[in-house]
């Protein structure tokens, strides 16, 4: 059971290392990129939070790995319509469960034409949390959504930390049964050996 417990944790820290080594982004002044503007996104959600009204685009409709992508974000004030005229930072992270690795920053962006556009390059596939955030008022405001870039692949950490376990199971089933067998083998022997000794005695 010990050594179970030992191998268990043992996988865990392999699925920690895993996911805190995947981050490889890079920001992009999104002037740099030469994707057409007239390109549909592959997402464009709106959310109110706090006095802001935010509505988020992602640009290509299905970015990919080594391909430069973008952000547009526009934040307009509840009560007075006026768009936010700060900053606005992005950061990226690995979208997964035993992410412990600092966000990664893509860049600071200031308003332009009522947006803020944050390009993007990830040199992996995988899924994602893009973070944008800002101040006003004192107040911070924190807007989190999901990323997709190309076709993850479906053996991720935690699958092969599944299989791990899976086949620590099986293997200590079998051990198990084994050394049932020969716990068995061995009293069988001493019973033959007990009976064989009485005869003597006997006779």
């Known amino acids: 059971m010990k050594r179970f417990a030992q191998f268990v944790f043992a996988i865990t820290l392999v699925a920690l290392a895993a996911s805190a080594s995947a981050h490889h982004v890079l920001g992009r002044p999104a002037y740099s990129l030469n994707e057409d503007s007239n390109t549909p996104p592959s997402m464009q959600v709106e959310t109110q939070i706090g006095n802001y009204f935010v509505t988020y685009m992602v640009f290509p ?10 952000i547009n974000l526009y934040a307009r004030n509840i009560d007075n319509g006026k768009p936010f005229t700060g900053n606005v930072t992005f950061t ?21 034409d009522n947006v803020f556009r944050q390009g993007f390059v990830f040199k992996h596939d ?9 101040h006003d008022g004192g107040e911070p405001y924190l807007i989190d959504f999901p990323l997709r870039i190309g076709q993850p692949s479906p053996v991720g950490p ?5 299989v791990a376990l ?3 199971l099986v293997g200590g ?9 020969r ?4 009293a069988a022997h001493r019973d033959e050996r007990s009976h064989s000794t009485r005869e003597e005695g006997v006779s």
């Open 173 to 181: 089933s079998l051990f198990q049964r084994k050394r049932l067998q």
């Open 126 to 134: 995988g899924d994602y949390i893009i973070r944008a955030e800002f």
């Open 92 to 112: 990226a992270r690995d979208d997964t469960w035993f992410d412990t690795a600092k966000p990664e920053k893509l860049g600071v962006q200031v308003i332009d």
């Open 158 to 162: 935690l699958t092969l930390a599944g």
């Open 183 to 186: 716990d068995r083998i061995r």
């Open 166 to 168: 899976f086949a620590v």
């Open 61 to 70: 409709a299905f970015p990919r790995a080594g391909e430069p992508g973008r």
